[in-house]
């Protein structure tokens, strides 16, 4: 078999191939004494389109490709926690021991390390039945029992011929031999590969998410929450603050595992979550937070082809620690990029563009990738989830690009930043009315409703008072917008860099946003408007002091004496809109 | 091995076609006209069918000019004789001075392994306050200016050349008109910088094709001087043309064009540029400032909306200052803790009542009354713009934190201020 390359144009060769080959198959471009790692992307008479995962400086007419039979997979067993992988799952601290400074091209090192040595423990014995994605034994892996299962690609229902004792093994050594119905063996090892495009559906079912995830955000939490198992994203322009609260989320997520996605962004970014997470403890287990995270990372100066692997590699490794039962949040920064990364194949491919020279295909990937999360019950009952939250770039700022347009229609919740919110350094800029969420969160809909009202009545005010001046302005109307910004002032926003209220734990949100309730709902008497101002000026003052105290503290009860005598002295009924909350 | 072809199979625009065997992507051929000859970059393999970008421009070449490959991609030389010369936009002398030719170097190399990158942790000090105050410059920071045309982005860029404590300068200009080129030249001569100075200079007048080659020979250049424990500031002026070129030849190249013309690839293309600033774990480092021109003032225009989210900040500068809305060094918080401990609140502090004052003025401007606070903050914005964000001030960080201070305590009360009362205890100016 003879294959050779007949174009070079950008990332992508054209190759006249003899014999068979077939979509998204991984094939080598040998050059310069290196193979280039590439992918097939259409294929046409005996002419294959690989989209290159390398620089293709030097590559030439005729030289010789190598095609592995295989699609383009990742290798999914214990020893995946805690790594940093590039789009391709090449772990980059090995690469730079490997190569110094820069990442060279056609070096392509085990995802897994082949010589650590795990203790297996299995929890089958022969002749038991079981089949794809069935535990067959466990190790420790850092906080979790790593389960060590059937490949999810094996058909069928399998007998365990041989298991192997409990013990000490390596990812090479042979731990069990399962038969399947044609009477075939398969040995196996604890790690085997995946096709990254194709999702992994060895569950039970899938179920409805319905659970909050915990973000310890307030606004995220009480307005637009977020479900175990759902999609949301988080569109915004330059500078308002995406990458911070995908950071922010990472580490204060209640999940089991975190995969960061950084795709195409900033290497600089990348580099802080590298060097500050393993510094950094989780709450929970008293653990360092890398030991829970992946970070698959595939900044925008490394090559396009494998940007656009890198979230299917990391939504892939999310699914098969569903798999084990545990809850998986997966952050994509950016999904533009992504996107970005298809259109310019899509461009070298020739192809009929659509909006903005975007494939027309771009929805319905798009949709293809949010749809792996979900929430399922497995086969052994455990349940397993995989959150989705990716960040979305518009050009320019404005949301009715093609992206986010088509990444609205199928996620459950949508967090737009606003660039007005953060030149005003009102962090974090979500903003509170365009944002959205169909999943539940950890307060009564009824109050949201009333707090979201108070908002919407308090911009209008504020947008009336822009033109008439505070002087045109009726004292009750002033006293909405009073209210409104007291709720964005000490509620809505949020001091990442706070001890006390970066993370907010749900018990508290519920408590304090009783006592802004009582704010919101109160008739309160006021002489003028400097009155009113003045008061919520003192109140607003001793709140975000509350704020800032440790939950419960004497400080924290001290401040909340303060405020409700405060509001004692102003309060001379509940507003009329309000009663039916009672 | 140096292969020769006589007939040109096409020529459009900047772009020309020849039939040719064992050809590589992206290696070099010199295309020898009668008048005079000009490298050419290999853009597009197709069977025998070889495509290349010709540097000096399509104009004037004719289907038999001679095309001979070189058999190599684009290199440049990189020792410590670069130092005080100047070079056009494919690194030939422009100074009249001998060709470089010792320890070739490739340009455009692989990124850097975000594992060897780390922190950034080192102010570089400028003397500006609205950059050192406000918006802190650091290290290894990749940040563009965004201007309009007419603005003196120039020599803002020269003034932080001459002032900025680096070991290097590398300056590389993209459709530079000939009398900034002068400009910069007797500038960095008269600060006495020439001489740990490089220049990559593609004028106006040069082919515009020319231009695309800039950023890759500089920062290849500097990539190599940061690994030999060198600290590196690159000046790329400006980028809008090298943007504009990409897209004349993507379009020459019958690329489907993305937005306004520009190729699909604009973000990754800038991307690779910009990511080269780096500090490298145990050796030197690449700072990089840009000029962004915005066509028509508008930041939603590709190039500065592309660039907006590849840098780590920008500079707007409008009406001679740099801007404090939308001006943002997003590196700051990594050196602004150690500075000294008024910096912060400061830096937020005026900030705030700078944005009063714009409210107030606003206010003033449609007819409403002026309070005494409306006063006090009119007062305040005309100090603060008369002494902080000219350009002409030239302090160093300490005296501009006390010049705050000064000006504060002409203007205000302290408790009006809204800064920490510590603060207030340890800086505030007794006014007699």
Not at chain 2, 3 to 24: H, M, P
Not at chain 2, 359 to 381: I, V
Request: overall charge negative; glycine content about 10%; aromatic content about 8%.
């Amino acid at each position: 078999m003879i294959n050779k390359v007949i174009g070079v144009s950008g990332n992508m060769v054209s190759v006249e191939f003899t014999g068979e080959a077939s979509m998204n198959e991984v094939c080598y471009i040998i050059t310069g004494g290196k193979k280039l790692k590439s992918e097939v992307i259409r294929i046409k008479g005996n002419v294959a389109d690989v989209q290159v995962f390398e620089m293709t400086t030097g590559i030439g007419v005729g030289e010789t490709v190598e095609f592995t039979g295989e699609l383009l997979s990742v290798q999914l067993g214990p020893g995946l926690l805690g790594q940093v992988y590039d789009g391709l799952q090449n772990p980059l601290p090995k690469l730079a021991a490997e190569c110094g400074f820069f990442l060279d091209r056609g070096v392509y090192l085990s995802a897994l390390d082949e010589t650590k040595v795990w203790k297996f423990t299995p929890s089958v014995e022969a002749g038991a039945k079981v089949e794809a994605g069935e535990q067959i034994g466990f190790v420790r892996e850092g906080i979790f029992n790593h389960w060590i299962m059937v490949p999810f690609h094996l058909d069928g229902v399998l007998t365990v011929k041989r298991i192997v004792a409990a013990g000490d093994y390596t990812i090479k050594d042979i731990v069990a031999e399962v038969e399947d119905e044609k009477g075939d063996l398969h040995p196996l090892t604890m790690v085997f590969n995946w096709p990254v495009k194709r999702a992994i559906k060895s569950y039970a079912e899938r179920l409805k998410p319905s659970e909050t995830l915990i973000t310890k955000l307030r606004i995220i939490d009480t307005f637009i929450p977020v479900a175990k198992g759902g999609t949301y994203c988080i569109p915004g322009p330059f500078g308002a603050g995406k990458t911070v609260l995908q950071q922010v989320t990472s580490r204060n997520a209640e999940v089991d595992v975190v995969i960061v996605a950084a795709c195409g962004e900033r290497a600089g970014e990348v580099v802080e979550t590298l060097k500050e997470f393993p510094e950094l403890i989780d709450p929970k287990t008293g653990r360092s937070l890398m030991e829970r995270t992946i970070i698959i990372c595939n900044t925008s100066s490394m090559p396009v082809a494998a940007r656009e692997a890198s979230v299917y590699t990391a939504v892939t490794m999310a699914e098969y620690y569903r798999q084990m039962g545990l809850n998986v949040l997966l952050l994509a920064d950016s999904t533009s990029r992504w996107a970005q990364a298809m259109r310019e194949m899509s461009g070298r491919l020739e192809e009929i563009p659509g909006e903005e020279a975007f494939p027309a295909y771009l929805e319905s990937l798009i949709a293809g990738f949010y749809e792996r999360a979900g929430i399922v019950r497995l086969k052994s009952g455990a349940i397993g989830s995989v959150t989705i939250g990716g960040t979305v770039s518009p050009a320019g700022g404005n949301f009715e690009e093609p992206v986010t347009q088509a990444t609205l229609k199928v996620v459950g919740a949508f967090h737009g930043l606003s660039r007005q919110r953060s030149d005003a350094r009102k962090y974090p800029a979500i903003h509170p009315l365009e944002s959205w969420s169909k999943y539940k969160g950890i307060i009564d809909e009824q109050k949201t409703d009333y707090g979201r009202s108070i908002l919407f009545k308090g911009d209008e005010v504020d947008q009336m008072m822009k033109v008439v001046g505070e002087e045109g302005t009726s004292l009750d109307d002033y006293i909405i917008y009073l209210k409104s910004d007291f709720l964005d002032f000490v509620y809505i926003q949020q001091n990442s860099f706070d001890p006390v209220d970066n993370a907010v734990e749900p018990e508290r949100q519920q408590y304090t946003y009783d006592i802004i309730m009582d704010i919101l709902t109160a008739k309160l008497n006021f002489a003028s408007k400097e009155e009113a101002r003045s008061w919520f000026n003192k109140v607003r003052q001793n709140f975000l002091d509350y704020n800032g105290k440790k939950w419960k503290s004497d400080e924290f009860n001290k401040l909340e004496i303060t405020i409700s005598q405060l509001l004692a002295d102003k309060k001379i009924g509940v507003e009329a809109d309000a009663e039916f909350l009672g | 091995m140096q292969k020769v072809y006589s007939k040109i199979e096409s020529i459009s625009g900047n772009v020309i076609t020849v039939t040719a065997a064992g050809v590589r992507y992206k290696e070099l051929a010199v295309v020898g006209t009668r008048y005079g000859s000009s490298l050419a970059e290999v853009i597009r393999l197709k069977r025998d069918e070889v495509a290349l970008q010709v540097f000096n421009g399509g104009r004037g070449v004719s289907t038999g000019d001679e095309v001979r490959f070189l058999g190599e991609p684009m290199k440049v030389s990189f020792s410590d004789n670069l130092l005080g010369r100047i070079f056009d936009g494919s690194g030939r002398p422009r100074d009249g001075g001998p060709e470089l030719t010792d320890s070739m170097i490739e340009i455009g190399g692989p990124s850097v392994n975000p594992a060897k990158r780390i922190i950034p942790r080192r102010m570089v000090r400028t003397g500006i306050p609205m950059i050192d105050l406000f918006n802190t410059l650091v290290e290894s920071q990749k940040l563009p200016i965004f201007s309009v045309s007419g603005e003196p982005y120039n020599e803002l860029l020269a003034r932080i050349a001459l002032q900025a404590e680096v070991d290097l300068i590398i300056l590389g200009g993209m459709g530079l008109k000939y009398d900034d080129y002068l400009f910069f030249k007797e500038t960095l001569e008269k600060g006495g910088v020439l001489s740990r100075t490089v220049f990559f200079v593609h004028t106006a007048s040069d082919p515009v094709v020319e231009s695309l080659l800039v950023p890759d020979i500089a920062l290849a250049v500097a990539e190599n001087f940061a690994i030999h424990g060198k600290r590196v500031l690159v000046l790329l002026t400006d980028m809008t043309n090298f943007a504009d070129a990409m897209k004349e030849i993507a379009i020459t190249m019958e690329q489907v064009p993305s937005n306004r013309g520009y190729p699909g690839d604009l973000y990754t293309q800038l991307a690779s540029r910009y990511e080269k600033a780096v500090d490298f774990d145990g050796s030197g480092s690449i700072t990089i400032l840009g000029v962004t021109t915005m066509p028509g003032d508008d930041v939603t225009h590709p190039v500065p909306d592309n660039t907006g989210y590849i840098t780590e900040g920008q500079f707007y500068l409008r009406n001679g200052r740099i801007e404090p809305f939308g001006s943002l060094s997003r590196l700051k918080q990594q050196v602004n803790g150690d500075t000294r401990p008024d910096h912060r609140a400061m830096m937020d502090g005026m900030i705030k009542l700078y944005a009063a004052y714009k409210e107030s003025l606003e206010k003033k401007s449609m007819g409403f009354k002026m309070s005494t606070w409306d006063e006090k903050l009119l007062t305040y914005g005309d100090m603060f713009e008369r002494e902080m964000m000219d350009l002409s001030v030239n302090i160093p960080l300490e005296s501009a934190l006390d010049k705050g201070w000064e000006i504060l305590a002409s203007c205000f009360e302290p408790e009006e201020t809204g800064l920490k009362s510590e603060l207030i205890a340890e800086y505030w100016l007794n006014k007699v």
